[in-house]
Structure formats: C-alpha cells, structure tokens
C-alpha cells in the first residue's frame, strides 16, 4: 500500500513537469500548427538563469526559490516571445520550416548552454523542506513532489482562467478552432501567437525550476530530455487540447513510475508503448478533435 | 512527377541525360581513385588524400551521404517527416555488431558467414522498419513526426540499457573480426573500406534513383502533394508510405553496418534522436527533393563538423573572450545557426543556390510548402 | 448606361466605368487568385458600387467564394484591389477588414466551440457596437446567448454569422451564400435582414437563389470560368430567361425542377 501511494504521489510530481512543458507545446501547436522543439530549451534557460539569481540571493532560503521560479518563469517567457517574434514569425504558415528552425535552435542552444554552464549536472541547493519526507499512509513522500502538483495545478488554473476570461484567451480559443476565420474579422491573430509562446516559455521557465529541484540538479540535458515526454504526452492528449496534456501528463508519468517499480525499470519503454497503443485505438489522442490527426 | 516530365521533354533531353549519366560515372571512378591519388587540401583535409586520417574522413562523410540519401526518401519524395531515422541507422551498426558476434555456424566459412551477417542485418532494418512504420504511419504531418521521435526515443533507451549484454550499454560495441574478412580490419585497410563506403553509396544511390522512378516513387510524391488525389484514383497512401519508409529503413540499415565496419564499433550516439536532428540539417542544408542535395549536404556537414571541432580545440579560440570564446569553441552551436540562417534565407538550400542560377524557381521551398500544407488544414 | 456590358470574350474588353455614379467602393481590377499553387480566379475585374446591392452570380466551383477571398486576402493573389479610394491588395487580412469589411462566409464559419456571446464579443471592433440591432434583427440569438454556437441549428448559425459582420459599422458587406441550405421561413428572415442593411452599407452579395437575387440586387456581376462574362443591371440579366440559362444554368423560375421557390421571400 505505501510504495502504491509513493509510487503514485511521485508519478504525480513527474506529471506536473510533464504538463508545464506540454500545456505550452499544446497551445502552440493547436494555435499555430508548429511543433516546437525548442520548448525543451525555454526551460533550460530558464533554470539556469533562476538558479543563477538564486545563488546570487542566498543558497536555499525559501524567497530565493521564489526568486528563482519568477526569474525562471520570465526568462523562459522572453526566450519564447523572441523565438516566435524573430523567427516563427519570418515563416508565417511554412509549418515544415518553422519546425526546422525550431530544431536548428534547440541544437545550437543546447550547445551554447554546454558551452556556458558545462557538460556536468549543476546541483541546486533548495529549502531544506523540500529534501525530507511527509508520511502519509505509511508512504514517505518527497515533500518536493507536493510543491511541484501544487504549482502544475496553479499554472493549469491560470491558464484556464486566462483563455475564459480575457480578450486574448477568447482569441486564442477561436484561433485554435479556425484562425483564418479570426483574421477574418479583423484580428491581428499574430499577437495572440506572441502571446501563446511567451504563456508556453513561462510555464517551461517554471518547470526548469521545479525539474532541477525534482532531479536535485540542472544541466543543458534537461529540458531535452523532458521534451520528448512531453511531446509524447501531447501526442496521446490529443493535439491542441490543454485537458487533454494535462490528463495524459499524468496518466504517462504514473505509468512510467509503475512499471519502473514493477517491471525492472521499463518506464520509458511502457510509455512509448501507451503510444503506440493510443494511435492503435485513438489515432487522434484522448481529446483530440476530430479529423485532426495531422 | 513533373521532373521526369521536364526531364524528358525534346532532344536536349536525352542529351542530358547521358551528360548526366557520364558525369556521374566520371565522379564515382574519381572518387574510386583518390586513395592512389596525393592530393593535399589544406584547411579541407586533414592531410594527403591517401592516408588513413582523410580516407576515414571521407568515408566516414560517403556513409554519412548514404543515410542522408535514404532520409531523402523519406523526407524529400515522400514528404515524411521522421525523427526517427537514427534508429535504423543504428539498427545496422548494432545489429550487425550483434549479429557477428552470436551468428557463427560451423557449416559456413568466414566470408560466407560475414555475408550472411550482413543481409540479416539489411533485413533486420526493413523489418523493424516496416514495423515502425506500420504504427507510425497511421497519423501524418506533426503527429507522425512526434511518434517517429519517441520511436527513435525508445530505441535509444534500449541501447544504453544494454539488455542481456548485448549492446554493450554506454560503452558501445566493438566489432567481432573472427568473421570479417581482413581486408576490412585495421587501420592499414582504411583505404578498402573507404570502397566500401564508396560502394555503399553508389549502391544507396541507385536503390533511391529507383525508387523515385518506379510507380510506388511517383504514387508517393503524389501523395506529398495532394493526399485525396491519390486516394481518389483507388490507391491506400499508406501502403505505399510504408513501402517506402521500409525500404528506406533498410539503407540505413545498410549504411548502419559499413560504419561498423569503417568504426570497428559503434556507440549509442547513433541511436540518439539528435543523430536523426543532424540528419534533418543534413538534407535541409544540401536541398530538400534533390537527391545530390542531400550527399552535397552530408559532405560539407561532415567536414565542416570536423574543421569546427578542430577550431574549437585550436589556440587561437582559446585566447578569445568569453563572448567570443563559448560560442565559437562549440560546433553544434555555429551548425545550429548555420542550419536556421539556411532554413531563413536560402529555401533551396545549397543545391537550391546552384539552381538559382539555372532556373527562376528553386524547387525545394515550395515542396516543403506543400508537405506543410497537410497538416494544417482544418 | 442602359445596355448591359457582354465580354463574350473577356481580354477583349475592359469594363468600362460608369461616370454618372459615385466613386465605387471597390474597385476589383485583374485579379488572379490561387489555391495550392491552382489557378482558381482569372483576370477578374469588376466595381461595387458605394450603394445597394451588387451581386456576384455563376455556376457552382466557378470561383465566387475564391473571388471574396480573394479581395480579403484569405487565398494568395495578384491584381489590383481598391477599397474605399485606397489600394489593399497587399495588405494583411485583419488590416482589410479593420478599414470597415464586414465578411460573412460560405458556411457560416462560427466558432463551434464558443458561446454566442463569445462569437459575437470576438467580431466586435468598433468600440460601441451595435447590439441593439443585432438583438432587434435575431430575438433568438437572445435566448440562447449561452449556447455552445456548435450546437446551434444552420439556419441560427448563420444568423451568428451575420451578426458578426452587423455589428460593426461597416463602408462594405461581403456576404457569401447567406441562404444556402436554409428553410424558406428563414430565407426570408434573412433576405430581410440583409435588405434593411443594404440600406446603410453596400453588399457583394454570393447567391444562388434567384428569388433572393431579386429581392435584393441591384447590380449583377457574373462569372463564368474564373472570369467576369457579364456585368449590369440585375434587371437586364433577370428578364432575359435566355441569359439566365446560359450564365447561371437555370431557368427562370417557371419550371418545376428548378429548386429555386418562389414562395420563399415575401415580396
Ligand atoms: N482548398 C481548395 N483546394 C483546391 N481547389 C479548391 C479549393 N477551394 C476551392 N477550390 C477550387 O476552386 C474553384 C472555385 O471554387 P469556389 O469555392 O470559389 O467556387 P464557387 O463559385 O464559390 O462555388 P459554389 O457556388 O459551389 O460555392 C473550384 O473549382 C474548386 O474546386
Ligand atoms: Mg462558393
């Protein structure tokens, strides 16, 4: 029963990464049709630089992780609105090119990243809280996976709010639906895509934060590697659909877990199986509209 | 399609053609000769043409031209695009790595045996192709992408963890030489498996040539255009897609197994979907479409890779400022730039920048356009 | 001018301006339009003018739709477009419309996935809308502020549709097929409603009802291959049952297997 809940809560935790790097990639993508493979590096900046601040501030206080997170939150925001403000933008509706200038970024700045910061993991130092353990139901949970659920709940939250409640939200709302019909009353859509990639490299600046914390270190590795997880789990979600990451975040990252514990360490390999069951099934994902499977 | 149309129009033509045929001729017997010729390049190759040093170079870049070209299948006929390609690659290397050193029945010699290793291993790539591909392919546009990617992923992941001993984990493979014949083993030999690789290549190029040419190619390169067209005449794109994805699969496959060879190992590197990243740089660099594109692009990126790297080492780098001095002291990083000045700029790549000269139009932006175009109507 | 301008064929002959009228308020000089790299609209001139309804007539797959999204800027063209004294063929779709365009598309084109209300907040651009007129025009757009627009029957789909372009205010309406698949009760409701904005705002009008067509135009541009073959007065087109089928490919209305109905718009 405890390694059911620790296995659990822990799944739990890894979700919520999964889901700050893959509510940005499914907004972009069900927004704009471009896959962004540089969303790996908006979160490994963002944890770098969070991290770096955090030092700067005091090792391990609690308002120096806050620090980190809002640095983290902002540069990935930034690193994002200038991607698609430079570059996305140049290729207006060229999907092929732009996911190719996408994937020359990540390489470059990946690189750039070892060039800076090195080739060795860059332990981070946390408030001391989040290294020890809270027992429920006989399980020792790492208080750390509570703080990531919590804040991959918050982002969620807000997310949600601002695509309801705000002009930009309704916008982009519409624009996943039919974008050529927004321009056609007279919208400047591109704004709302500037918009949606800085949302998208926040959460990801975020989620560098929490990652390094979940992982105990950063390195230029770490967005790169969640990346392809996310991706997965947008896949299974369903292209374009928020709910969708958010429930196969989860669902993927409890699975992984599981059979890591259970089946000698096979997580990665079940998870890419899920997909290959989901396109059996459900080619177009969980929640994934109709027809669009491309 | 239309390029055959083109090619074939009035007597010119012909002419063409045969010029074509001649030149390629010209070049593959030059290339045949370079390990006899002394042809010093500096600042291109590290040093004469007949050493070891540049051989490995160069055959290392023709290997790395073979795959290009079977990507070329994929991504420029088909308008597939795979992140997973690196996978069958490796699936050569490690297989036929795998395979030499469990496969040695008394009843066969040596050599025979090398050779049946050898189309086990091209076998093996068509099959775990076929079967990628069979799952893959039942979405299109970003999704296929994506899935390919945690394919390639899922590859990688079983390499490094090296199940029952047989891929050697991080460490990587070394080649088994009890069944390989000598004249591929050893330094002093580089300059036969130089002709392999080159042989590699042609090979893979005319597998490509014709695949593009045969009704299977034409249906495909339809099916990049205009999906419903295709379907509308009676024919199941995805028969044909996997047809072709198989086949491609399969030289890489081929390609996977002379660079064991040409490496006596091979490490997980190859299995990494950054590898199936370089691969896309590759062909986007060289010209989408364009099947010399894509060994024109493998080329300059394989030397070009080398001489950044011997750069990033250099004194000269070591000297500069920190601004100056991390960037440039990483090779990735400027090839990563390079690749998006390519994709911003010069749509053709740098084949397009030759058939600028010949033609108004470059072909290679408008086919990516149109690949593009499937997966964004809505 | 009292004759109708024929361009049997169309190089031959430019479309003349008419000088006792006001300034067009859209100019539409050769323009070409395409669609994956296929020529969908051809050397396509023709003018509305700044009062009544114009209407853009032909047979099915012959270009229409593509000849308003052509002047938006929706599909890839060339040529000339001048709207309210200004050239807009280069510009960005959203800048067209910003200029005072109201569009209502072929199949109506609402945002499923919204409420009414949110469909009709997203079309507002003017910073006060009219909607009191829209609420006048569609009492049951009212009732169902709430509903998912997705879920909506056609013909209250379409009525989201023209609510999006009324609520503006607009120098020109283009409006295409606002009565395709609609019941006769709502193809009047709809003529009316477009009949009482022609009053205000010029309309380009994409119609296959020949009732409607009556109702409403004044003027008639008509397509045939991708190209204009007859502009005039909508009279001169509709009294000519001969010119009605060879142009639009029915009769007049006489017939019974015309699927057009009378009965359909009050007169
Ligand atoms: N997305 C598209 N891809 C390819 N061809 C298209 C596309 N959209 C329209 N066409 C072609 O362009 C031509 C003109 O189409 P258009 O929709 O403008 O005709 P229309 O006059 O509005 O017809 P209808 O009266 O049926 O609405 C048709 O031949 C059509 O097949
Ligand atoms: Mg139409």
């Given at each position: ?84 403000f ?21 390489l ?14 860059t ?60 321009t ?24 560098g ?16 590697s ?28 409890v ?10 360490g ?24 109709k027809?669009?499977?491309? | ?105 008394d ?14 291993t ?45 891929t ?8 088994d ?13 580089t ?9 590699v ?24 255009e ?58 986007v ?41 991390i ?52 | ?44 001139s ?12 032909g047979?099915n ?41 109201g ?21 507002e ?72 904005a ?28 991708g ?21 639009l ?13 009378d ?5």
């Open positions: 029963m405890s390694t059911l809940v620790l296995l659990l809560v822990t799944g739990l935790g890894l979700g919520a990464l999964y889901f700050l790097v893959a509510s940005g990639l499914s907004l972009i993508y069900g927004l704009m049709g471009v896959l962004n493979f540089a969303h790996g590096s908006f979160l490994t900046v963002g944890a770098f630089i969070g991290w770096e601040v955090s030092r700067r501030l005091s090792d391990g206080s609690w308002w120096a992780l806050v620090a980190a997170m809002l640095v983290g939150a902002l540069v990935g925001a930034l690193a994002a609105a200038a991607t698609e430079f570059l996305i933008r140049r290729l207006y509706n060229r999907h092929i090119e732009q996911v190719l200038v996408t994937v020359g970024l990540a470059a700045t990946v690189a750039l990243f070892e060039g800076i910061w090195g080739t060795d993991p332990y981070v130092t946390s408030p001391a809280w989040l290294a020890q353990t809270t027992e429920i139901l006989g399980a020792r949970i790492p208080n750390n996976r509570f703080l990531l659920i919590a804040l991959a709940v918050l982002v969620l939250v807000t997310i949600v709010g601002f695509l309801r409640f705000t002009r930009y939200g309704l916008i982009i709302r519409a624009g996943v639906e039919n974008r050529t019909m927004v056609a009353l007279g919208i400047d859509v591109r704004r709302a895509f500037t918009v949606v990639f800085a949302i998208g490299g926040a959460a990801a600046g975020l989620g934060v929490l990652a390094s914390i979940y992982y105990g270190y950063v390195s230029a590795h770490i967005g790169s969640l990346l392809i997880f996310a991706f997965i789990v947008t896949v299974i979600g369903g292209l374009g659909s928020l709910g969708g990451a958010a429930i196969a975040s989860v669902l993927v990252a699975l992984q877990q599981f059979a890591n514990f259970y089946l000698g096979t997580g990665d390999l079940a998870v890419v199986l899920a997909l290959a069951a989901v396109l059996l099934v459900r080619p177009r994902g969980l929640l994934g509209a027809g669009s499977t491309a | 399609m239309t390029e055959h149309g083109m090619r074939g129009q009035g007597l010119s033509g012909q002419r063409r053609l045969i010029i074509k045929i001649a030149a390629g001729g010209a070049l593959v017997a030059l290339l045949a000769l370079l390990p006899l010729l002394n042809i010093s390049i500096p600042g291109v190759f590290p040093g004469p043409t007949y050493t070891p040093g540049t051989l490995q170079l160069l055959a290392y870049a023709m290997l790395i031209a073979a795959l290009a070209l079977s990507y070329h299948l994929l991504f420029g006929l088909a308008g597939m695009l795979s992140f997973g390609h690196a996978l069958f690659f490796a699936a050569g290397a490690y297989g036929l790595g795998i395979v030499l050193r469990r496969f040695s029945p009843w066969l010699s040596p050599g025979a045996t090398f050779l049946v290793a050898v189309v086990i091209v076998v093996l790539g068509f099959v775990l192709a076929a079967v990628v591909g069979s799952l893959s392919l039942r979405v299109t546009g970003i999704s296929f992408a994506m899935v390919t990617l945690a394919f390639a992923q899922a590859g990688s992941v079983v390499v490094r963890r090296n199940p029952e001993g047989l050697g984990g991080e460490e990587g493979l070394s080649l030489v009890t069944n390989v014949p000598s004249f591929f083993v050893g330094v002093l030999n300059r036969n498996l130089y002709w392999l690789a080159l042989g290549l042609v090979v893979v190029y005319l597998v490509v040539l014709w695949v593009e040419r045969s009704r299977a190619g034409h249906v495909v390169a339809a099916t990049r205009n999906d419903l067209r295709v379907r509308v005449i009676g024919i199941r794109p995805y028969g044909v897609r996997l047809l072709v994805f198989s086949i491609a699969g399969a030289l890489a496959a081929l390609a996977g197994a002379a660079f064991l060879l040409l490496q006596s190992g091979v490490s997980p590197r190859v299995a990494t979907p950054d590898f199936t990243l370089t691969l896309l740089v590759i062909v660099l060289g010209g989408v479409g364009l099947r010399w594109g894509a060994v024109l692009g493998a080329v300059v990126y394989t030397l070009l890779d080398q001489r950044l790297t011997a750069l990033a080492g250099s004194d000269l780098i070591a000297g500069l400022p920190d601004v100056l001095r960037p440039l002291s990483q090779p990735l990083f400027l090839l990563g730039t390079l690749f998006i000045l390519v994709v911003l700029f010069l749509p053709g790549g740098l084949a397009g920048l030759a058939k600028l000269g010949e033609h108004r139009t470059p072909r290679g932006p408008r086919r990516a356009r149109t690949i593009a175009a499937e997966g964004t109507t809505r | 001018m009292t004759d109708p301008i024929r361009t049997e064929s169309p190089r031959t002959e430019s479309i003349r301006t008419e000088p006792a009228r006001t300034e067009p308020i859209l100019r539409v000089r050769n323009l070409y339009g395409r669609i994956a790299g296929q020529q969908v609209v051809e050397d396509v023709f003018d509305v003018p700044g009062t009544g309804v114009t209407a853009l007539l047979r797959g012959v270009g229409k739709t593509s000849t308003i999204r052509s002047i938006l800027g929706l599909i890839e063209r060339t040529g000339e477009v001048t709207f309210a004294g200004s050239r807009v063929d280069r510009l960005p779709t959203h800048r067209i419309v910003q200029r005072g365009v569009y209502v598309p072929e199949d109506r084109e609402v945002f499923a996935k919204l409420t009414v209300t949110e469909n009709l907040r997203l079309a651009r003017d910073a006060h809308p009219n909607r009191a007129l829209v609420e006048a025009l569609f009492p049951d757009l009212v009732q169902r502020r709430a509903q998912l627009a997705g879920t909506l029957s056609g013909g209250q789909q379409q009525m989201v549709s023209l609510a999006r372009a009324l609520l503006n205010t607009n120098r020109l309406l283009l409006v295409d097929e606002p009565t395709k698949g609609l019941s006769p009760k709502i193809v009047g409701e709809v003529t009316e409603a477009l009949l009482a022609a009053a205000t705002v010029p309309i380009l009008l994409v119609e296959q009802n020949l009732q409607v067509i009556r109702r409403l135009a004044d003027r008639v541009v008509v397509l045939s291959g190209r204009v073959v007859f502009t005039g007065d909508a009279a001169d087109l509709l009294d000519d049952p001969e010119l009605i089928q060879r142009y490919g029915v009769h007049s209305g006489a017939d019974p297997a015309d699927t057009t109905t009965a359909a718009v009050p007169a």
